[in-house]
């Protein structure tokens, strides 16, 4: 992006218990429409972990402990629903694996990462649609990273931590399509 739309001034710092572990593409790093690059700006309590390098499988280590409760977050069938019930349930503080590339790489890496003992998946409710419209999901039911992560650390940590999170999304959408001379989809009448 052109230097007049950096975001890097209106990155928040958000302190967190649960640790964040952003399970990235190597080819998502340099996206400019990558989200996930700015939660990991935006939580001190964070990390960015790349997969698909030549040589260099994806480094699992040290992501389950007997200290914290594993959670990799990733929408299935079969994954437990992240609400408030399910929050009770959690007595350990929560490491909280994120698969994040293009659906296809990300299904790879939350298979891989399921191979963890322990780990276990956990998807988000869907309550409102995605904001975020840089690029198109093959579902209507479908959330950028930073929406996924904002929406499981609503449920973990705060309300206010969604909301920063997601206010720092949308000021991305803004800019990025500022910058590729678009505009912010009109809402759709009913």
Not at 48 to 76: A, C, D, W
Not at 80 to 90: G, H, P, R, V, Y
Not at 92 to 105: A, E, F, I, R
Not at 124 to 151: G, H, N, Q, W
Request: with cysteine; net charge positive.
């Amino acid at each position: 992006m052109a230097k007049h739309l950096c975001l890097c001034s209106l990155i928040p710092r958000i302190e967190t218990k649960t640790k964040v572990v952003m399970l990235m593409h190597c080819y998502e790093f340099k996206k400019p429409s990558n989200t996930a690059r700015l939660v990991w700006k935006s939580l001190p309590n964070s990390e960015v972990r790349l997969q698909g390098e030549i040589r260099k499988p994806l480094n699992l280590e040290n992501l389950v402990s007997p200290e914290r409760e594993t959670l990799i977050l990733f929408p299935e069938a079969s994954a437990a629903l992240l609400d408030a019930e399910e929050a009770k349930k959690i007595t350990k503080p929560v490491t909280l694996l994120v698969p994040d590339g293009t659906w296809k790489q990300a299904k790879k890496i939350a298979a891989y990462a399921s191979m963890l003992p322990g780990a276990r998946r956990v998807g988000v409710p869907f309550k409102e649609p995605s904001r975020y419209f840089l690029r198109t999901a093959d579902r209507s039911d479908r959330l950028c990273t930073l929406e996924a992560i904002a929406r499981a650390l609503e449920v973990l940590e705060s309300p206010e931590v969604r909301k920063s999170l997601e206010a720092l999304m949308e000021q991305m959408v803004d800019r990025v399509l500022l910058s590729r001379a678009q505009r912010r989809p009109l809402p759709m009448r009913r």
